[in-house]
Every structure is written in structure tokens, then in C-alpha cells.
Nanobody, 124 residues
């Protein structure tokens, strides 16, 4: 069982930066594919970025390419999402998710473990 706790959300002006963190419990974190998803009011949860267990492979949604960077520190059981040049349309609740299988997927249903979410609000 893995528990995920996000932090780092808040209010940011458009064009600003924010770094989200997700701390995981358990000794098997380094074997999990990790990802960030987001959900805006009235919209479906969508993939933002994902990273392989070892950190060597990353994947981004088109909306965040060139602006967002996902990384992980397996020694600290933590995954990060660096958000730069934030836009008002990035406003959403951001969720950290993990899956035991090695394939980096973009579908929420394929992730077994979820955090409680952290709100990001980008003002124009």
C-alpha cells in the first residue's frame, strides 16, 4: 500500500512559477511509475506529466510541454512537478498518482494510488 500526499499548490499570477511535491510512503516507491493529473471544475481528470520508475523516461501532455517538468527523488520518496509560465487555464486540482506496472500510461483508471489533490489557481 502506498500513500501519497501532495503539497505546494496555491495562488500564482499568470506567468509565474510553482513547484508541486508529492511525498510517498512505503519502501517500493522507486518501483512505481508516477504521474500528475489535474481536474478543473466541470471537466474530466486529465494527464499532465508522467515519469518512469527510474526517472529516465518522462511524458507530457501537450498543454504542459516546454512549461512543466516532472522529476523524482527516489531517495526521498518524492515526485515533483515544476510549473513555469503558468496560465489561467492551468487552474485545477492537481493529483499525484502511482502505478505498480512499468508502462507509463496517461489514463487515470490505470493508476492505483492517488493523493488527495492540491489546488492550483493561476490569476490573470
Amino acid at each position: 500500500q502506498v500513500q501519497l500526499v501532495e503539497s505546494g499548490g496555491g495562488l500564482v499570477q499568470a506567468g509565474g512559477s510553482l513547484r508541486l511535491s508529492c511525498a510517498a510512503s512505503g519502501r517500493t516507491f522507486s518501483t512505481y511509475v508516477m504521474a500528475w493529473f489535474r481536474q478543473a471544475p466541470g471537466k474530466e481528470r486529465e494527464f499532465v506529466a508522467g515519469i518512469s520508475a527510474g526517472g529516465g523516461t518522462t511524458r507530457y501532455a501537450d498543454s504542459g510541454k516546454g512549461r512543466f517538468t516532472i522529476s523524482r527523488d527516489n531517495a526521498k520518496n518524492t515526485v515533483y512537478l515544476q510549473m513555469n509560465s503558468v496560465k489561467p487555464e492551468d487552474t485545477a486540482v492537481y493529483y499525484c498518482a502511482g502505478r505498480r506496472l512499468s508502462v507509463l500510461t496517461t489514463t487515470p483508471l490505470t493508476y492505483e494510488y492517488w493523493g488527495q489533490g492540491t489546488q492550483v489557481t493561476a490569476s490573470s
